[in-house]
């Protein structure tokens, strides 16, 4: 081999090196690059993640301060004369995770009330204020109701069949709970509705654990012959 050929191959394999090294130097640079994408995504990522759990917290603290989703719900307790009661008592009851403030309560007799409603356009009842705080059995207030509380004995009667129309007040809600009392057989069931005041959307129906199914039919006509809103004039 001349001395020429063995130049030129010289240069050849000099030429692969460059080749290869510049080749390498991609790679590297792509190879750094990607590690900056990806660091780049995992930090978009753990931003994304952040955003969401600063979001949630700050709806937690929302509904803690205002109370969120939680309403107040009236109870009435001890309505059996099976059993030797002859007295029932209402009572509030919180029964979620989140506190709820400046309850106030207002029961009205709904017999009393019922002979003293008119309706209007043939679909709005309406009453007049005289005769709708003439019907007022008791009211109640409770600055705060802790999570999953009570406040018994709030107003205590003799046990007796009726129908009865709440008004519950929250700092965030204003609630309408029917509540009706059927006696058969010696037994007092209980059947209550709840819903947002000027609303007919139920957010709970509530019966007695002893109401069977005919009991529940029977308390349901009670509560649907009681209006949803009643409209003060």
């Known amino acids: 081999m001349d001395l020429i050929t063995i130049t030129n191959?010289?240069?050849?394999f000099i030429f692969l090196g460059g080749v290869a090294a510049i080749v390498l130097s991609i790679k590297q640079a792509q190879g750094a690059e990607d590690d900056k994408k990806e660091?780049?995504?995992?930090?978009?990522k753990k931003i994304h993640e952040l955003d969401s759990t600063l979001k949630e917290k700050i709806k937690f603290i929302e509904s803690y301060i205002s109370g969120g989703d939680a309403y107040p719900q009236l109870d009435i307790v001890a309505v059996s004369r099976a059993s030797g009661i002859n007295q029932m008592s209402f009572q509030l009851a919180n029964n979620f995770e989140l506190p709820?403030?400046?309850?106030k309560v207002e029961v009205y007799n709904f017999d009393k009330l019922k002979p003293k409603i008119i309706k209007v356009a043939g679909k709005d009842y309406s009453i007049r204020q005289s005769d709708y705080i003439i019907s007022l059995l008791f009211r109640d207030v409770v600055a705060?109701?802790?999570?999953h509380s009570i406040k018994g004995g709030i107003h205590i009667t003799n046990v007796h069949e009726g129908n009865f129309y709440a008004k519950l007040f929250t700092r965030n809600k204003m609630l309408v709970q029917k509540i009706t009392i059927y006696h058969f057989n010696k037994i007092f069931y209980v059947g209550m509705d709840i819903h947002q005041d000027g609303s007919s959307k139920k957010i709970d129906r509530i019966y007695?654990?002893?109401s069977t199914p005919e009991i529940k039919k029977i308390l349901d006509k009670r509560l649907d012959l009681m209006p949803d809103t009643l409209i003060i004039i």
Do not use: N, R, W
């Open 9 to 12: 191959v010289a240069y050849f």
């Open 39 to 44: 660091i780049i995504e995992k930090q978009e």
């Open 100 to 103: 709820i403030y400046d309850t």
């Open 208 to 210: 007695s654990l002893e």
């Open 144 to 147: 705060t109701m802790t999570p």
